[in-house]
């Protein structure tokens, strides 16, 4: 609980609890999510604004064999209650199935050691039409120096084909010492090949959209996020004088 708090000490509004399920090593089955309402007995104040935190659930399927993508393609009643689909392909072809096919929001990126293959610029650019964002932890990279080196390193062969597009930077944190703030991750972004505008959509605008792609797969219907936009003074010049008395009033 206390680590949960720690999260929103530092900025964050929205956390997700991740159910990692990796078919290597064991038999495993999809569970329902555990509800926040029975982890946490009240939500505190977002820092700075008077809304509860948002916590959301999260499933991430570490998939090293084709047949294990058939359980994200059937219709499991328990995958459909998480809010955050995540897939962490170990091989090229999974990469490809998992860009092109699978029903998912999330595409995790392996930083913890050299991948086995290269970035293609086709399958990434259907992931980004899809509405699929790429995974990118930090955490590994502030733990050792050797994981930094292929964090850093599979984070910009990925930049050369994405060109900075949908990417999402995570902690994956399981200590609350491992959390950085949203202004820290951004620099970090930077580090890896993000511009500083794309840096800071990787903790904050690209998320907000990861979630909205993950309520339309749930409720298998659109999402419309809308945003008032203010008149430009030029465009009030240039309507005639009723109009303009209409806007007014």
């Known amino acids: 609980y206390s680590y949960y708090m ?4 530092v900025g964050y509004s929205a956390v997700a609890l991740n159910h990692v399920i990796d078919f290597k090593e064991k038999k495993q089955e999809i569970v329902k999510p555990v509800s926040p309402s029975e982890l946490f007995p009240s939500l505190p104040i977002v820092q700075g604004t008077s809304k ?5 659930t999260r499933l991430t399927l570490v998939v090293s064999d084709p047949a294990h993508c058939n359980l ?4 499991s009643a328990n995958i459909r209650l998480y809010d955050i689909i995540a897939v962490f392909p170990k091989t ?24 086995p293959f290269y970035f293609r610029r ?13 995974e990118l932890l930090y955490t590994p990279a502030i733990k050792d120096s050797t994981m930094r080196r292929y964090t850093i390193s599979n ?4 930049m050369q084909i994405c060109k900075g597009k949908n990417i999402v930077i995570s902690s994956a944190a399981e ?15 930077l580090l890896f090949g993000l511009s500083e505008s794309e840096a800071k959509a990787a903790v904050s605008t690209n998320c907000r ?6 309520e339309t797969r749930k409720s298998a219907c659109g999402v419309v996020y809308t945003m008032k936009k203010p008149r430009k003074i030029e465009e009030e010049e240039t309507l005639p004088a009723c109009k303009k008395a209409k806007t007014q009033a």
Do not use: Q, W
């Open 6 to 9: 720690f999260t929103f000490s």
């Open 52 to 56: 509860r935190i948002k916590v959301l």
């Open 72 to 75: 994200l393609r059937s219709t």
């Open 92 to 115: 090229e072809k999974l990469f490809h199935i998992a860009c092109t096919t699978l029903d998912v929001d999330l595409v995790c990126i392996n930083v913890t050691e050299k991948l």
């Open 122 to 134: 086709p399958p990434v650019n259907m992931a980004i039409d899809r509405g699929i964002y790429f």
């Open 155 to 158: 984070a910009i062969s990925l």
């Open 175 to 189: 200590r609350p010492l491992e959390l950085r703030g949203p202004y820290d991750v951004a620099n970090l972004g």
């Open 209 to 214: 959209a990861t979630i909205l792609h993950g």
